[in-house]
């Protein structure tokens, strides 16, 4: 049976909210900062963490539905005077210019931030990263928050990449996926990988792997792995 709108929209509100403590359970958020969204599927709306509220307090009914252009949608009761995440702007530039993203995450995770702050891409050094992100991370352009323009950074260096994170100089990591689970998981990994790396460089320089060799490890991660 086909899933309406208004079920589309309660589900992913409790999917997004649930989602929300992977990223405290891995230490990549603290106090209120960060935020998850799902795109829902068949409609022009998102749904995305409210601005400010902390992630113990975080509930499905909290979490707010707009449009793609960063709108409060009526008619899928949204709480009186809850604003969506800061981020919203950018979410929502992102859902309307990359069709195949169903799912993002910000965060300031430490070790990534870290690489962000150098704005300096993470090195495909480990073969994790070759399944995970076909490559190095990359870092997009500087931008200030209120508007699209880390939406616009965000798809316009990840329209050269195959990697589903992207850290933003000064600023943080932004990751997408099919739906907002995937999106978590990048995120995750990006946090692992950017801490392994570092430790690596304090003992040396870390080796390359090569093209190929990446080709290879991301084809048969994303086609023939798991189940």
């Known amino acids: 049976m086909t899933e309406t709108i208004t079920e589309a929209v309660a589900r992913l509100r409790n999917e997004v909210a649930a989602l929300h403590s992977e990223l405290t359970r891995y230490g990549l958020v603290v106090w209120t900062a960060g935020n ?3 795109r829902v599927p068949d409609a022009d709306l998102m749904v995305i ?14 979490m707010v539905v707009t449009d793609l252009d960063g709108n409060l949608a009526d008619g899928f009761g949204n709480v009186p005077g ?8 950018a979410h929502a530039y992102v859902y309307r210019n990359l069709d195949y993203v169903g799912g993002q995450v910000h965060t300031h995770s430490t070790y990534a931030t870290a690489w962000a ?7 495909c050094v480990l073969t994790m990263m070759g399944d995970e992100f076909g490559g190095d991370i990359p870092v997009g352009p500087f931008a200030l928050i209120g508007d699209d323009s880390i939406g616009r950074g965000i798809v316009e260096t990840l329209s050269c990449s195959r990697s589903p994170a992207v850290l933003m100089a000064n600023h943080g990591v932004f990751t ?13 990994m990006c946090e692992e990988v950017a801490k392994t790396i570092h430790i690596a460089r304090q003992l040396g320089n870390p080796v390359p792997i090569h093209q190929d060799d990446i080709d290879h490890l991301y084809e048969r991660y994303q086609n023939v792995y798991g189940q």
Not at 49 to 62: I, N, R, T
Not at 82 to 89: E, H, M, V, W, Y
Not at 117 to 123: G, L
Not at 176 to 188: F, L, T
């Open 49 to 62: 963490k409210p601005s400010g509220v902390s992630y113990d307090e975080l509930a499905p009914e909290l």
């Open 36 to 38: 998850i969204s799902g």
């Open 117 to 123: 702050a150098r704005r300096e891409p993470i090195p």
């Open 82 to 89: 809850l604003k969506p995440s800061s981020d919203t702007a």
């Open 176 to 188: 997408v996926g099919k739906d907002a689970r995937d999106a978590v998981k990048a995120a995750v």
